[in-house]
């Protein structure tokens, strides 16, 4: 239905995007993952994703010029995990300026009791959810989670988790959508997010 869908996979300095490639491959689709600019403005879905530190991360993509071939893309692009972040305008992590596209600051959790670990490792809750990505979710889904940063509440908050408190699990603006959990890594709730993402491209 879909197969012949472009997806592109950005390629930099991050973590965790074989496991990504693997899970487009498991919808029946071969994304390309490239830094090419081209290439990227070329495909009709763009993901964003990665596990990493937010400073040298965006060091890299202004050196390799990806810092403003994402900001101004078109097409519906999908933030994972640090590619979340990095959509945002500052994180605490480093002091760092970002990409700026979501107005809102990453901060880092501060627990509030001993039992909570910094970082958040493991499944928690999606809740409140209001974004296409999430079309057929219950009122609670389980997804994974790794992350000593978060996004707190704001305008763009498309799905609220609760961990030390209240925070933005998933963002959405205009044609940019982001999630601070492992879609790839969260079974079949994460496989649908992605479906949902490839399939309705942002369309409400």
Known sequence: MYS???????????????????AVRRLGI?????????EIGE????IFPGQGEARSTM????EHGLDQVI??????????CIGMQLLCRHSEEYDTDCLGVFDVDVKRFVP?????????????????????????????????????????????????????????SALHKDNFYATQ???????????????NFITKGGVE
């Not at 071969?30 to 081209?38: G, I, L, Q, R």
């Not at 495909?43 to 763009?46: E, F, H, K, L, Y």
Request: one cysteine or more.
């Open 4 to 22: 012949n869908m472009k997806v592109a996979i950005i390629k930099y300095n991050a973590g965790n995007i074989g496991s990504v490639v693997n």
């Open 30 to 38: 071969e994304p390309v993952v490239t830094d090419d600019a081209k």
């Open 43 to 46: 495909a009709d879905r763009v």
């Open 59 to 62: 060091a890299y993509l202004k």
């Open 71 to 80: 900001v101004n893309l078109k097409q519906p692009v999908l933030g994972i």
């Open 112 to 168: 509030k009791v001993h039992e909570e670990k910094v970082p958040q490792m493991g499944w928690n809750t999606v809740e409140q959810t209001r974004s296409a990505l999430f079309d057929g979710f219950g009122e609670r889904e389980f997804v994974y989670f790794i992350h000593s940063y978060y996004v707190p509440l704001c305008d763009h908050t498309a799905a609220v988790t609760d961990y030390v408190q209240p925070y933005s």
């Open 181 to 195: 959990f492992h879609p790839e890594k969260s079974g079949s709730v994460g496989e649908r997010i992605l479906k």
